[in-house]
Structure formats: C-alpha cells, structure tokens
C-alpha cells in the first residue's frame, strides 16, 4: 500500500498527454486504451510503456447509500485501496464527486509493458507522433508514475468523467431521470 504522499505525489504528476476525441457515452459503454508512460525510478534512461484498456459501464442504478463507491473489475485489490485514497485525498480538495452516486463501474483489460531504453522525452516524442499518425479516436496518452501506475489510470478515469458528467447529466435529464 502506498502512503499518501506516494498517491499525492503520483496524481500531481501525472498528466494526460493526448485525450480521446471521445467522452464517456450516457447511456452505453465507453472503451479508452491508453499508453501510460514512465521513468524507472531506480535507472536513467529507461522508460516504461503500458498498454492497455480501460472501459466505462454504463451508469446502472443511482445509489442512494453507497454512492461514494466505483466498482473496478480486472483491478486488483492493491489499485482498490489506491482508488479509495485518491477518491478521498479529490474529496479533500473540495473536487465535486456527485457523479459517484450513479454507480460507474470500471473495467481493466490486460495490462502489457515494455521496457524502452531511451529518454523520457524521446519516447513521449515517439509515442505521440505514432498516436497522431494512427488517429485512434479512443487512445490516451498519460504520463506517471512508475510504482504507483495505477493512480496514473485513475487519474485519467475520473477527469474522463468529470469532462464527461455535462453532457451525461444534461442527457438524464432530458429523459426525465434527474
């Protein structure tokens, strides 16, 4: 389990490189793979490349009671307790958690790496003109932490949301569900 000022550290460094050209969908699931980036922490010159997926179920039921909970199936129980601490050090802040109480559910896929040996900013310049040149609408480009990649993820998942809840919201209400 990291210490707070590991999860701290990990959510203020990580940043969202290139987003998708998508938001979360309201009333279906929403599919992202992403490519974390990140530096070894004990070598130079090495950074390490994640691929993967992250999907976004469709918001099920409102929760009255439990809305403080999302539910994460593929996650272990280690990035479960990552996920509760950065949930509670965003609710610290004063970050506004109301899209919580419709009840996201998460959904990793596998997870593959690969260990590049080049500068940080040689493989970000890489990855980023190769994510460009495919155009993949879904794809994400995040940089992070290395031993704490996971935060990185959930970093990524909720400000998808938050950039996602207008229009979610807007689309509830439209159909008389709010």
């Known amino acids: 389990m990291h210490k707070p000022d590991d999860i701290q550290y990990a959510i203020e460094t990580t940043k969202v490189l290139l987003e998708p050209d998508r938001r979360i969908d309201t009333f279906g699931d929403t599919r992202f793979e992403f490519l974390l980036l990140s530096e070894l922490m004990d070598r130079t010159g090495e950074v390490r490349i994640r691929s993967g997926e992250v999907q976004a179920m469709r918001p099920r039921i ?15 129980d280690k990035a479960r307790q990552r996920m509760d601490a950065m949930i509670e050090k965003l609710r610290q802040e004063g970050k506004d958690m109301a899209f919580l109480k419709y009840g996201f559910q998460f959904k990793s896929g596998q997870v593959n790496e690969e260990v590049v040996h080049d500068s940080l900013d040689a493989v970000r310049d890489r990855v980023l003109e190769d994510a460009r040149k495919a155009g993949n609408p879904a794809q994400a480009i995040i940089e992070g932490v290395d031993d704490a990649w996971e935060v990185s993820i959930f970093k990524f998942a909720f400000e998808m949301i938050r950039q996602s809840w207008p229009i979610n919201r807007f689309d509830l209400h439209r159909r008389g569900l709010l």
């Open 62 to 76: 409102m929760r009255p009671d439990s809305y403080n909970e999302i539910e994460l199936e593929g996650f272990g």
